[in-house]
């Protein structure tokens, strides 16, 4: 006439517990697998317009370090519809850091660096990484990656959006091998048909790799550090890549005139207003 006796609870005690426990580990583990593989399947279903407005509440005005003056925006927006049929969709900026790097983020945002733009000798160089940037914007890698890197909590909105460390996580997002090699797909579609030579791209590989090898690990970490290096491996095979798709014979335009690409690399030093520096407390 009595109740059966409670050990551990309804459902347990009426599969057993080790029954139990092997559906529990079931469960946790396709929790797992989901999150772990759901970026590939769940960032092209994330809409633009959400996407749009995380890359606005992610990066803002980045504290002001966008720099603006009416020849340098003009050169960049050339640059860009150069290297883009919808240039509309994206926002191409100059970060006033001293940094080689740059950056693709949620919303078809690109970030160049000032360090990257002192660095580069030619405008095809900087067409090239542009072009491999939007390459990443193009081909939905950005949210993939920042799916990876932070979970769904950046989808849901249940990370702190304030402050350095949502800086850095954004910055040191990686992307797949299979990913880096799309986007260098695009580039050099891109540069081809906007009749830019792939020469320049490949010397700026050739320099960054060089600069990578130092056998120097102290310097090598300084330079390395949130660099374009750190985030895209530098091979030999991704410079010959560059190397080999140049057309013999091609009248190639440079990406801009003189007076524009001296705009555009010294926007920054023009601009009066932009604040410098990093100060996003990066480790
Ligand atoms: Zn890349």
């Not at 850091?97 to 080689?100: F, V």
């Not at 249940?158 to 402050?163: P, V």
């Given at each position: 006439m009595l109740p059966a006796s409670k050990t551990y609870g309804g459902l347990i005690d009426r599969l057993g517990l080790g029954k139990a426990s092997l559906v529990f580990a079931g469960i946790s583990a396709a929790i797992v697998a989901v999150v772990l593989l759901s970026p590939q399947w769940l960032a092209p279903l994330i809409p633009s317009s959400v996407e749009r407005e995380l890359g606005d509440a992610l990066v803002g005005d980045f504290g002001g370090r966008f720099c603006d003056t009416p020849k340098g925006k003009a050169a960049l927006a050339k640059l860009t519809r150069s290297l883009d049929d919808?240039?509309?969709d994206l926002q191409v900026e100059v970060a006033n850091?001293?940094?080689?790097n740059a950056v693709a983020l949620p919303g078809g945002k690109v970030l160049l660096f000032q360090g990257l733009l002192s660095q580069a000798k030619s405008p095809d160089e900087v067409a090239g990484v542009l072009a491999h940037e939007i390459g990443h914007v193009r081909e939905r890698h950005v949210m993939q990656g920042l799916l990876r890197q932070m979970g769904l909590a950046v989808v849901l909105g249940?990370?702190?959006?304030?402050?350095g460390s949502t800086i850095n996580s954004l910055l040191s997002t990686t992307y797949t091998r299979d990913s880096e090699r799309e986007a260098d797909d695009h580039s050099l579609k891109a540069l081809k048909q906007a009749n830019i030579s792939p020469v320049g791209a490949a010397d700026f590989f050739n320099r960054l790799a060089s600069m990578d090898g130092s056998r120097d690990l102290k310097d090598r970490q300084a330079r390395t550090m949130a660099s374009y290096t750190s985030s895209h491996p530098l091979s030999d095979e991704r410079r010959k890549l560059f190397e080999n798709a140049v057309v013999k014979g091609s009248a190639y335009k440079p990406a801009l005139t003189a007076d524009e690409w001296q705009e555009l690399k010294t926007m920054c030093a023009q601009d009066k207003d932009v604040k410098a520096g990093w100060g996003f407390d990066i480790e």
């Open positions: 919808n240039p509309q850091i001293d940094m080689l249940g990370f702190d959006g304030s402050g």
